[in-house]
């Protein structure tokens, strides 16, 4: 056990300073001028950028499973500003979101839950994010997301109401949730390279982290993309892809309860320090409209629970709108 979590301490410290040091480097290049003045940048992508609305869903519902729980869904509405510039794009936006975290079993009352299940949480938040993407392939983007977990984030009332809408089962335990707490989330993602082989086919790695008082992690991954690909995010395509990546998990207010709760949370397990991911899915756009749809496989978060007990499937959907 000793050895696992000094590994998982390693892919941690390796990814940060992966990550920080590529965004430091696209500085030193200059495609990080601005980021000073960021309100004023902003303005001038709202005024005279290409105004993209996108809305993302998960939800292990989609999947027509009976039990419902874990990760058990998600919502984000997002209005980016794209500014093309000669081989690149800048992309700055705001966003909303919620997230809602539930027992392996909505239906389990309180007493019923094991001690090793997920507590009840919500996320609400809301920031701003700067993205840039290059013609050769290379991406960065960074941003701040700031807003509440617990009670205040509305998961028993958007949960219990939106179940009792489409005659699905009532969650029996929010009562437990992780008790209130302020959430400020600093983010990042660099992809240094793309390998593009042939010009139907790119390889494109990836590392991320997440910093704040709700998710400290860090993960690598890759993309493998196939179809008619093109090198900018809102361009025309139609293309199939799988992205892998493992995280490193340092603290996740979801299971543990925020930094600065209120109150200790009257349930919280531990989570498991490495996590894998793996989505499948096809992308399809074409001015004014754009759809994603994949299926995502996540293992266990808890460390406690095995993959044959806690690993989450769930259905992930995109629609974008370019008017």
């Known amino acids: 056990m000793r050895v696992i979590g000094m590994a998982v301490n390693l892919l941690f410290c390796l990814v940060t300073m992966l990550t920080s040091m590529s965004i430091t480097s696209f500085a030193q290049a200059g495609d990080l001028a601005?980021?000073?003045?960021?309100?004023?940048?902003?303005?001038?992508?709202?005024?005279?950028?290409?105004?993209?609305?996108?809305?993302?869903?998960?939800?292990?519902?989609?999947?027509?499973?009976?039990?419902?729980?874990?990760?058990?869904?998600?919502?984000?509405?997002?209005?980016?500003?794209?500014?093309?510039?000669a081989g690149a794009k800048t992309t700055f936006g705001w966003r909303i979101g919620h997230e809602m975290y539930t027992a392996s079993d909505i239906k389990l009352a309180p007493e019923k839950i094991s001690p090793q299940d997920h507590p009840y949480a919500a996320w609400l938040y809301g920031g701003w994010f700067?993205?840039?993407?290059?013609?050769?392939?290379r991406m960065y983007k960074f941003g701040l997301d700031i807003g509440c977990i617990g009670p205040c984030a509305g998961g028993e009332w958007v949960q219990t109401n939106l179940h009792r809408l489409?005659?699905?089962?009532?969650?029996?335990?929010?009562?437990t949730q992780v008790k209130n707490g302020i959430g400020v989330v600093l983010y990042g993602e660099v992809a240094p390279i793309r390998w593009a082989p042939y010009s139907w086919l790119d390889i494109t790695p990836n590392l991320q982290a997440r910093f704040g008082t709700i998710f400290d992690d860090a993960s690598a991954g890759l993309t493998v993309r196939s179809g008619k690909l093109t090198p900018f995010s809102d361009q025309a395509t139609l293309h199939a892809f799988l992205r892998v990546d493992a995280r490193a998990v340092?603290?996740?207010?979801?299971?543990?309860?925020?930094?600065?709760?209120?109150?200790?949370?009257?349930?919280?397990?531990?989570?498991?320090?490495?996590?894998?991911?793996?989505?499948?899915?096809?992308?399809?756009?074409?001015?004014?409209?754009?759809?994603?749809?994949?299926?995502?496989?996540?293992?266990?978060?808890?460390?406690?629970?095995?993959?044959?007990i806690g690993a989450q499937n769930f259905a992930r959907l995109q629609f974008s709108y370019m008017p």
């Open 34 to 85: 601005g980021v000073v003045n960021f309100a004023d940048d902003f303005k001038r992508a709202a005024a005279q950028g290409k105004t993209t609305h996108v809305v993302d869903i998960d939800n292990d519902s989609l999947l027509l499973k009976k039990d419902d729980g874990f990760y058990t869904s998600s919502a984000r509405y997002s209005q980016q500003y794209i500014l093309s510039e």
């Open 250 to 308: 340092a603290y996740n207010a979801t299971l543990q309860g925020a930094y600065f709760a209120s109150e200790s949370s009257p349930r919280t397990v531990q989570p498991k320090r490495l996590v894998e991911e793996a989505e499948l899915g096809m992308l399809w756009q074409r001015a004014p409209f754009g759809i994603k749809a994949s299926i995502v496989r996540r293992s266990s978060e808890i460390r406690d629970l095995s993959n044959a």
């Open 166 to 175: 489409i005659g699905q089962p009532t969650p029996q335990a929010w009562s």
């Open 130 to 137: 700067k993205e840039r993407q290059e013609m050769d392939g």
